[in-house]
């Protein structure tokens, strides 16, 4: 399974960007598709996931500015980031969670500049 993200960038403190990233190599559905995020010298977290039920979970500091969605029969998922902070910082990784194994894309920066 590949995951293939796309997205990232430069962005000013205040401005958006949208985050998309695609299955491939699969036939099967994941059950939970998301992102995380790891910012500079720190921990990899999870910023949002939504499951085949379009059952979400966001992280605190996201939420109200990020959005998530999911095209389900074409195995993609989006991030919406609005109203970007220079904590918001990170190289952003694309998850998701199939019965009997995890797939991770990547990582696609994104840089947000005060």
């Known amino acids: 399974v590949q995951l293939q993200a796309s997205g990232g960038?430069?962005?000013?403190?205040?401005?958006?960007?949208?985050?998309?990233?695609?299955?491939?190599?699969?036939?099967?559905?994941p059950t939970v598709m998301g992102w995380y995020r790891q910012p500079p010298g720190k921990q990899r977290e999870l910023v949002a996931e939504i499951t085949v039920g379009d059952r979400?979970?966001?992280a605190d500091s996201v939420k109200g500015r990020f959005t998530i969605s999911r095209d389900s029969p074409k195995n993609i998922v989006n991030l919406q980031m609005n109203n970007l902070k220079p904590?918001?910082?990170?190289?952003?990784?694309?998850?998701?969670?199939?019965?009997?194994?995890?797939?991770?894309?990547?990582?696609?920066?994104?840089?947000?500049?005060?």
Request: hydrophobic share 35%; charged share 15%; net charge negative.
């Open 56 to 58: 979400i979970t966001y």
């Open 87 to 114: 904590e918001d910082t990170a190289v952003y990784y694309c998850h998701a969670a199939f019965l009997r194994e995890d797939s991770w894309g990547e990582g696609t920066l994104v840089t947000v500049s005060s």
């Open 9 to 29: 960038g430069l962005v000013q403190a205040g401005g958006s960007l949208r985050l998309s990233c695609a299955t491939s190599g699969t036939r099967f559905r």
